[in-house]
């Protein structure tokens, strides 16, 4: 009897333990050990390694006039990513709430950029926006506006908007899946009890939609901060932070500094520096995930 | 009078809407479009007429083409192989790790969830650099078989969250009858959790083959040989290769994105359960 209850008790965490291993092994200690590589002057490859203390750190605030350029990058990215895809794909929500063969197809067509690898994304808009052949310019010659069309990729003053529109193509879906959610889980009988009441179209949704919403919009809003820190694969595969180092953003200046420029110590410091911005923006989402 | 005239002007305003929303749907075709116009004509036509033109002669073989020189063939099989390793056995550890988690109290259930959920918002650029030493060190340095230890731990904390909701919905009459008949947990694991599961399994198990096929950051740093290219890594290595021949290049962006836009068409009603059931509900 003593041995059933014994055993009984180890078995959640036998269940567990692959999961376990895993996640710490490949996740959670790589992690750390990059905390502690931030510390040291490491090329990447050679087993000397100098400790530094902060002075990567130091590097990136203070002195690295690139850093700057990709925290604030990333940060506008970050700012338009809650703010465009976001609303957007509200606004489709509210569009798209209702039956209706056509609905579905639309809903489907608005969504389908979002499974796409986001290099091959890339590859397409940068064909797009070709100076010559590219078919934004060519609708803008079309139209009369054949002063408009620039090299979009290469011109220093657009190619981070031009890479932000792409980001928003492939990137609107997802908040209109949810939002779609949100709105089918609020109880129809406040619309009626509001439409009993004389509320009009606006005051309804003011009144009953916004706030039925709230949880969506904390979900929706964090992973828009959640992607929009991590942002990696489109600058890449588009600008590869060019022209120049006008479109460096945090995620791709840790690969130079880490991967190219054989700075691992500094990338390791950069790759901080991301994680702890996400990790405390993302402390409501996982908040809410946790809470029964 | 007045009620008609209310009706008219509601109809006309859906009909707005809807007229709005299929021009923006056409806005949002557009890349498409572009990819298969060019992707079909002759590089000659394209240059003489546009993209924007029906091609004169549709070039299938631009597909066949940019299959065999891009090495589509490796990178595809790359990608399958790791699909069919990673993405069942992910789901089985974190079905496995879900199960206690969702139906059984012990001390430091909600700790170690918390733990697994914090995995949300770690970024991937914060492991590379210790897993390519311990790649090197496991002997796996630059073999696709390196991606899969990694993407299992990051495909974990989604994992585990929508299969811990969905295994709470299970009634807990039904485990405690199969206790007592004797069933081990293994067994109510095996013959009572999964089954009852098989919605949510399947909606994680698209979105997982998904984001495998897609990963991008992990795979360009843990897989640098040639022969391990996964299919972004192999689009963009064709891209290098061949980036002013514009109709061969689409031809092998429509290669790479064919599986997935068909794979969702098909099964759109999965992903939108596995997309609201990760991040809606826990």
Redesign the interface.
């Known amino acids: 009897m003593r041995k059933t209850v014994k055993s ?2 180890h ?3 036998l ?2 333990a ?3 291993a ?2 710490s ?3 959670v ?3 750390f ?2 905390l502690y ?1 931030s510390f040291f002057e490491w090329d ?1 490859l050679s087993a000397k390694k100098t400790f530094v203390g902060l002075n990567n750190y130091i590097e990136f605030f203070f002195d690295d006039q690139t850093a700057r350029k990709a925290t604030i990058n990333t940060f506008v990215w970050t700012l338009g990513s809650l703010v465009i895809p976001s609303s957007l794909g509200l606004i ?1 929500a509210l ?2 709430n209702r039956g209706g063969k ?1 609905s579905v197809v ?1 809903r ?6 979002a ?7 890339g ?3 940068g ?2 926006y ?1 100076p010559n ?1 590219g ?1 934004i310019n ?1 609708i803008l010659k079309s139209v009369g506006l054949g002063d408009l069309a620039i090299g979009w990729l290469s011109n220093f003053n657009t190619a981070f908007a031009a890479t932000f529109v792409t980001y928003t ?1 492939a990137h609107v879906g ?1 908040p209109m ?2 939002y779609l ?2 709105l089918q889980s609020i109880n129809q009988d406040y619309y009626d009890a509001a439409r009993v009441d004389g509320a009009n179209a606006w005051q309804s949704f003011r009144n009953v939609t916004m706030p039925g919403l709230t ?2 919009h904390v ?1 929706v809003l964090s ?1 828009a901060v ?1 992607h929009g ?2 942002v ?2 489109l600058v ?2 588009m600008t590869y932070g060019g022209p120049g180092r006008e479109t460096q953003v945090l ?1 791709t200046w ?2 130079f500094q ?2 190219q420029y054989y700075h ?1 110590g500094y ?2 410091a ?3 520096v ?2 702890a911005f ?2 405390v923006l ?1 402390i409501p ?2 908040r ?5 | 009078m007045s009620t008609r005239l209310r009706k008219r002007q509601l109809l006309n305003g859906k009909t707005l ?2 007229l ?3 021009g923006f ?1 056409l806005v ?5 479009a ?2 298969a116009l ?1 992707a079909l004509r002759s590089e000659g036509d ?2 003489a007429n ?3 033109s029906i091609p004169k002669v549709i070039r299938w073989d631009n597909l066949t083409k940019a299959w065999g020189v891009g090495d589509f063939p490796t990178y595809f099989k790359n990608s399958l192989l790791l699909i069919l390793l990673k993405v069942p056995l992910g789901i089985l ?2 079905a ?2 879900a ?3 969702a139906k ?1 109290s ?1 001390r430091g ?2 700790a ?3 733990f ?17 030493g ?1 790649m090197r060190d496991l002997g796996l340095s630059g073999s696709v078989y390196a991606l899969i ?2 993407y ?3 495909g ?1 904390p989604l994992q ?2 929508v299969l811990r909701g969905f295994f ?1 919905l299970i009634p807990g009459e039904i485990l405690e009858a199969a206790r007592i008949d004797g069933a081990s ?1 293994f067994t109510i ?1 095996r013959r009572i959790m999964l089954p009852l599961s098989v919605p949510a399994l399947a909606a994680l198990f698209i979105l997982d083959s ?1 984001s495998t ?2 990963e ?2 992990m795979a ?2 843990l897989t640098s040989a040639k022969a391990a290219r996964t ?3 192999g ?2 290595a064709f ?1 290098g290769e061949h980036n002013t021949q ?1 109709t061969l ?2 031809a092998g ?1 429509a290669i ?2 064919l599986p ?2 068909i ?3 098909f099964l ?1 009603r999965y ?2 359960t596995g ?2 059931a990760g ?2 509900k ?1």
């Open positions: 009984a008790r078995i959640p965490y269940f567990m692959p999961a376990l895993i996640y092994v490949f996740l200690y790589p992690m050990d990059s590589l990447g489709l569009a798209l056509v639309l489907t067509i608005f969504y389908s950029p499974v796409l690898p986001l290099v091959g994304v590859l397409i808009w064909w797009m070709n052949f078919v060519v193509w997802f899946i949810l959610a949100g949880e969506t979900i992973l959640i820190l991590k990696f694969d890449y595969a995620g840790m690969y880490g991967f691992a990338g390791a950069i790759a901080w991301i994680a996400i990790l993302a989402y996982i809410r995930m946790s809470s029964n | 809407i809807l709005g929303l299929i749907s949002w075709l557009l890349p498409f572009t990819v060019t394209m240059y546009g993209v924007f550890v974190a496995l790790a199960y206690p988690l059984m012990f259930n909600s170690l969830f918390i697994f959920l914090v995995g949300l918002a770690v970024p991937i650029q914060v492991t590379l650099l210790p897993l390519v311990m230890p990694p299992i731990a990051f974990l585990i969250l709470k947990e694991f998904l096929w897609n991008f950051l360009l740093v299919v972004p890594l689009l963009l891209q514009y290049l689409m962006v790479s994105i997935v836009l794979i969702f068409v759109q992903f939108v997309l609201t991040a809606v826990g």
